[in-house]
């Protein structure tokens, strides 16, 4: 089969067989608490599409839209193309894109906790400023600071479960990011449905709970143990070996504490991981960092969530039951990450994936279809199709959030080696924030072109996506991270790039 797993074998694989410890309520509640990194995300991206279909929120900075949204539109899928509210929504990620090129070095010279607490607090005065805006300048402001705080967020937290988690369960407890993700937009549509009706104000306050989360992350970045690897490779290791007997509950560590200080020896001796990235023999991990993240948001979710009312409303639905209709979707998500958690270290990365994808094609041609035979200029769905609308939307929102959804997340986070490791999840967070940005500033315009083509534009992206996984990516459950590399040297086409055996590397990096 293309692409399929093979188990690591070669030299240096049989530490891995070695690793010694269980599950202690340390790892569990370390990984929990630094997961809640993962709800500013998703707080935000639940919140920006309610509080942009807000009347006193678009009255106030976007009149035009407001006009627009009150009075029939020659185009019901042009209703809200602006592109100054598609950039309230899309600045942000610009700014955490650029952020989290910034967290790379932070991450590796301070820590993986360092990048936390920095974004934490970066969007705790990203959430005042945006509740107490009072002119766009103060609005943009704001979300650039958001950004920032997500760029750090986003960058570190993977890393840290991912090197906290045992090999073992690492998918599962990965995916915590995820799950947090995924409550963070379910509360925010919740807010938002109770906030609507607060008139002039409603929308300040759905943009200022933001502060709760980020607290949550500052204080928790605070009071977490840093990750045995990145105490290790600061030249802490007496720290680093004490952290890792603490997290496996175990003094036997003599096998996973030499891998890490082999890793760590490597990670010192290089001065420039983004040059070193661009190497050869790393291509299979840059690959993986530039297309994970472009695919994951290549499915057309973030255009869902981001404008998910909005969208319901384009649809002919009524300001409450578009709110009721997102807030579905955000349950539908959250629970569906609960599945991925559940079997993700037992069926598999590419096997989720892979489903996932197929069920998501399906979802977006059927979209396709209703909305392009009973919807259209000046129009409603009827009320029968309408809820067929959002049933197959949720579907397609199940499949999302126990594939691409956390696995977009979890598959860049545990591929690198230690010496490129932040820079590596610095790529996957910029190309993720770069395509988030580019989908959330044009999509009403794509909306407004396309019509009801732009569920068809997603799923033949879903499409290449899908090929892509079965082609070119390996399975990774229950491989270390410290013995990734092997996983490479096995693969049917990676193989053929990357060098047999470690010593072969200098060598080989010299003639390439």
């Not at 998703?42 to 035009?64: A, C, H, Q, R």
């Not at 600045?91 to 993986?112: D, E, F, M, N, Q």
């Not at 993977?158 to 995820?178: C, I, K, V």
């Not at 860049?412 to 932040?422: A, G």
Request: overall charge positive; aromatic content about 12%.
């Amino acid at each position: 089969m293309a692409g399929g797993s093979l188990a690591p074998a070669g030299k240096g694989t049989e530490r891995a067989q070695q690793y010694k410890g269980k599950v202690t309520s340390y790892v569990v509640i370390a990984c929990i608490v630094a997961a809640v990194g993962g709800s500013l995300f998703g707080y935000d991206i639940g919140i920006s599409g309610g509080v942009t279909s807000m009347d006193g929120f678009l009255e106030k900075f976007f009149y035009t839209v407001y006009k627009n949204k009150k009075h029939a539109h020659e185009n019901n899928y042009c209703k809200y193309n602006n592109q100054g509210l598609a950039a309230f929504t899309s600045s942000l990620y610009l700014a955490g894109l650029i952020s989290s090129l910034v967290a790379s070095p932070v991450t590796r010279k301070y820590g993986r906790r360092g990048s936390i607490i920095c974004g934490g607090v970066s969007f705790l005065v990203g959430a005042t400023l945006n509740a107490a805006a009072v002119n766009m300048a103060m609005l943009l402001l704001g979300r650039i600071m958001l950004g920032v705080g997500i760029g750090f967020g986003n960058q570190a937290v993977p890393l840290y479960l991912s090197e906290m988690a045992p090999t073992h369960l690492r998918g599962g407890l990965n995916m915590m990011f995820q799950l947090a993700t995924t409550l963070g937009i379910f509360t925010a549509n919740m807010i938002n449905f109770g906030t609507q009706h607060l008139e002039k104000w409603g929308w300040r306050l759905s943009l200022g709970l933001a502060a709760a989360p980020a607290l949550l992350m500052t204080v928790g970045g605070i009071l977490l143990p840093e990750t045995p690897n990145s105490l290790i490779e600061r030249g802490l290791k007496e720290r680093g070996r004490k952290v890792l007997e603490r997290l496996r509950g175990t003094g036997d560590v003599n096998a996973e504490f030499a891998d890490m200080l082999d890793a760590s020896e490597i990670a010192n001796a290089i001065k420039h991981p983004f040059r070193n990235i661009l190497e050869k023999k790393n291509r299979p991990e840059l690959v993986m960092a530039i297309f994970m993240p472009t695919f994951q948001i290549l499915t057309g979710i973030n255009s869902i969530l981001f404008y998910a009312p909005v969208l319901f409303q384009t649809m002919g639905f009524g300001g409450n039951a578009s709110l009721y209709s997102s807030a579905l979707t955000g349950a539908v998500l959250c629970s569906s990450t609960l599945i991925s958690i559940a079997t993700v270290d037992k069926l598999g990365r590419r096997f989720l994936l892979i489903s996932g994808g197929i069920q998501m094609i399906t979802c977006q041609i059927i979209v396709a279809i209703i909305l392009g035979i009973k919807f259209g200029d000046n129009q409603t769905l009827s009320k029968g199709y309408s809820i067929l609308v959002v049933v197959v939307i949720c579907l397609f929102v199940v499949a999302f959030g126990w594939s691409w959804g956390p696995l977009g997340w979890t598959v860049p986070s545990e591929i690198f080696p230690l010496e490129i490791r932040s820079a590596g999840q610095s790529i996957t967070v910029a190309v993720n924030l770069l395509f988030t940005f580019i989908i959330a500033q044009s999509f009403l315009s794509l909306l407004c072109a396309f019509k009801f083509g732009i569920f068809l534009f997603f799923a033949g992206w879903i499409t290449v996506m899908t090929i892509f996984v079965y082609v070119f990516l390996p399975e990774t459950k229950g491989i270390p991270i410290e013995e990734m590399k092997f996983v490479w040297r096995q693969h049917w086409f990676w193989k053929r790039i990357v060098p047999e055996y470690p010593e072969d590397e200098s060598n080989w990096t010299q003639s390439n």
